[in-house]
């Protein structure tokens, strides 16, 4: 009897320096951490009625400024936030990115308080997580797992690709959307997003780092920039004679399919059925890999495009606009 019961107190101890983990990083976080409720106007048969919803998000600065996901958010005639003393204020968006579901809203909370962000690049596969939320309408839950994958790609809503997405297995429902990612030492690293219907212990969060890009771009634009060729493109296979032929470092590119009239891919002549296959000698391996490369910082600078036309191989110099709508 002693002896198994000195075999089980090893296990008590770090059943017990776990659980002081998690109370204390949720002490730190949770009071940032808000109850969205969303109402929008949707068309029926001979009137029009509300239709309400609810998400997740959390403070990130003193000054009331909120950040939740655009999927929770968008469309929505009215937006209230509710945080967890009870307070609740209306909220009104800063600005929305569909491409990686992220979304700033501002409320005039009297002396907010910002949940501390960390940095999602040191995460380690096996790490504690903490995940806080109002799943399903049940305000402030918590919930916990740890890191099972870093580096994830993702498909947005608008299908364009979320690059560098944690993987974890804290347990998320719907409402849970918006709410931080949070290491046990707590400090948010990431903004839960995704599950997989069906699917057990599988949920997403959009990196903290990318969050922090995303989050500069719209306080000062209400949107995030990038670059924009006036192209509509798909991803294609190359023939191996091609590739050997050209000595191409990939066997896929972008293959334009719709050129805007007078955009920048029209004035310097690349056509449909044309195949991008690099941007300033960087190969392109196809669509997502373009969209990679279209960053604001090429925005009204001369890159070179080199491209297929049929069996011939061109280069041509375009100078991206904006992106007229994020895309």
């Known amino acids: 009897m002693a002896s198994s019961l000195s075999e089980a107190l090893p296990d008590a101890g770090l059943l017990d320096a776990y659980s002081q ?11 940032s951490v808000v109850k969205i409720d969303v109402a929008s106007r949707a068309p029926a048969i001979g009137r029009v009625r509300a239709q309400t ?7 990130f600065a003193a000054d009331g400024l909120v950040l939740t996901c655009a999927h929770v958010v968008g469309g929505a005639a009215t937006i209230d936030v509710t945080l967890p003393d009870g307070w609740r204020d209306r909220a009104d968006v800063v600005g929305e990115d569909l491409h990686t579901d992220l979304a700033v809203l501002k409320v005039s909370a009297a002396d907010p308080i910002a949940a501390p962000l960390g940095v999602s690049a040191e995460l380690r ?3 504690i997580v903490i995940a806080i939320g109002s799943p399903l309408g049940f305000d402030h839950t918590v919930t916990a797992g740890i890191v099972s994958a870093v580096g994830r790609s993702l498909r947005a809503r608008t299908g364009r690709l979320m690059d560098d997405v944690i993987q974890t297995d804290a347990a998320l429902n719907p409402g849970n959307s918006g709410g ?3 290491t046990s030492a707590g400090r948010v690293v990431g903004v839960n997003t995704a599950i997989i219907l069906g699917g057990q212990g599988l949920s997403f969060a959009v990196p903290i780092d990318l969050a922090r890009r995303v989050i500069g771009d719209l306080l000062r634009y209400g949107r995030v920039r990038r670059s924009y060729l006036g192209i509509g493109a798909q991803t294609v296979r190359l023939s191996r004679r091609l590739v050997r032929f050209h000595g191409l470092e990939a066997g896929s590119g972008a293959r334009v399919t719709t050129v805007v009239d007078n955009g920048p891919a029209s004035r310097a002549g690349l056509r449909e059925g044309d195949t991008i296959v690099a941007v300033d000698d960087a190969p392109v391996t196809g669509v997502d890999d373009l969209h990679r490369r279209l960053t604001e910082e090429l925005i009204d600078r001369r890159i070179a495009v080199t491209f297929l036309r049929q069996t011939e191989r061109r280069d041509v110099t375009v100078v991206p606009a904006e992106s007229p709508t994020g895309a």
């Open 125 to 127: 596969v096996g790490q």
């Open 53 to 59: 919803g609810s998400g997740s998000g959390f403070l």
């Open 180 to 182: 931080p990612l949070v």
């Open 21 to 31: 983990a998690v109370v204390s990083a949720v002490e730190r976080v949770q009071p």
